[in-house]
């Protein structure tokens, strides 16, 4: 099993910045991709970017230029920085690990930080 715990998130006014930090514990493999998703109220849950453990990264088309994705692997911890934050941003930020283990891909999930945007 692998627990992942959030950090960072709150309220902001449009176009200010904010980070996230997500740290993996428990069953950690290395071959594996973590990232950020959101929900916002009534909307499903969408990629937001995404980064694997030798550093390719992926960006939705409404954060890119706007949100970077790091990670540190030795502390088994992503980061996500969020400049220039719209309104529309707001939601429910979780946290993904995706990881293989003995040929088998599985997924892990953070209980989710708020982000919310002011106009």
């Known amino acids: 099993q692998v627990q992942l715990v959030e950090s960072g998130g709150g309220l902001v006014q449009a176009g200010g910045s904010l980070g996230l930090s997500c740290a993996a514990s428990?069953?950690?493999?290395?071959?594996?991709?973590m990232g950020w998703y959101r929900q916002a109220p009534g909307k499903q849950r969408d990629l937001v970017a995404t980064i694997t453990n030798d550093g390719s990264t992926n960006y939705a088309d409404s954060v890119k230029g706007r949100f970077t994705i790091s990670r540190d692997n030795a502390k088994n911890t992503v980061y996500l920085q969020m400049n220039s934050l719209k309104p529309e941003d707001t939601a429910v930020y979780y946290c993904?690990?995706?990881?293989?283990?003995?040929?088998?891909?599985?997924?892990?999930w953070g209980q989710g930080t708020q982000v919310t945007v002011s106009s």
């Open positions: 428990g069953s950690i493999f290395s071959i594996n991709t």
């Open positions: 993904n690990r995706h990881q293989r283990r003995f040929g088998r891909w599985y997924d892990y």
